[in-house]
């Protein structure tokens, strides 16, 4: 595809229920990053991944949450257990390498809801 | 701890006016400043700052950089109601990784 895609756009969940969402980087981008808007608020970094490897995991909030990036394209974020302090607008950005210089080109969201 | 500070917060305006969006930061590790737009959901690219005093544009959009004074300044002239969006500013701040760190933006209303 031309951009990046992520899929659903919107996640409604039940607190403790365990959520995927994906993301869909544009094609021969090495560079994948995953990002949490919350209303009103910037985006926060959670991981980013170079390759099949994530190469920074440090803005996950705790180890309710994880993601894979098992073929070094498509991404899932995985979030156990959700809580509502979980809703918010997940973001995910591809680059064509991840050194300085290249842009991060964002996609859509997934729009989570916690009830 | 890394520190992004954008103001205004919000912004109205009519067609026409020249406005100014203003990010200050202290982010350890520095490289580069980038700005995006972000209209409904997806933050879009405007610009990326490396070097101080060497303004960008594009169109109607400049900014600049003050590596010194830790600050960058976005501005947008002979506004239009398409430029309504939050602006957003983002330090590149990690040595090893590519993280953004973002402000809490400008909502910039433009109103015919």
């Known amino acids: 595809g031309a951009g990046v895609s992520q899929t659903p756009s919107n996640k409604v969940t039940e607190k403790g229920k365990y959520v995927e969402l994906r993301c869909d980087p544009i094609?021969?981008?090495?560079?994948l990053y995953w990002y949490r808007q919350s209303l009103g608020q910037g985006p926060e970094f959670l991981i980013y991944?170079?390759?099949?490897?994530?190469?920074?995991d440090s803005g996950l909030p705790n180890d309710r949450f994880f993601a894979v990036r098992p073929e070094g394209s498509v991404s899932t974020l995985k979030i156990q257990r959700t809580e509502r302090g979980d809703s918010a607008v997940y973001l995910c950005a591809s680059s064509p390498t991840g050194r300085v210089g290249n842009e991060q080109f964002f996609g859509p969201g997934t729009r989570l809801t916690v009830l | 701890e890394d520190k992004v500070v954008q103001s205004p917060l919000s912004l109205v305006v009519h067609e026409g006016d020249t406005v100014t969006l203003n990010c200050s930061y202290e982010?350890?590790?520095?490289?580069?400043l980038l700005w995006y737009k972000q209209e409904k959901k997806a933050p879009t690219f405007l610009f990326m700052l490396t070097s101080s005093g060497i303004e960008k544009k594009s169109g109607r959009l400049s900014s600049i950089l003050d590596k010194k004074e830790l600050f960058s300044i976005l501005n947008i002239t002979a506004t239009q109601t398409g430029d309504s969006a939050v602006y957003l500013c983002a330090p590149l701040g990690s040595y090893n990784t590519d993280k953004l760190i973002f402000g809490t933006g400008t909502r910039l209303q433009v109103f015919p």
């Open positions: 094609s021969g981008h090495t560079a």
């Open positions: 982010v350890t590790n520095f490289r580069s």
């Open positions: 991944f170079q390759g099949t490897g994530a190469a920074d």
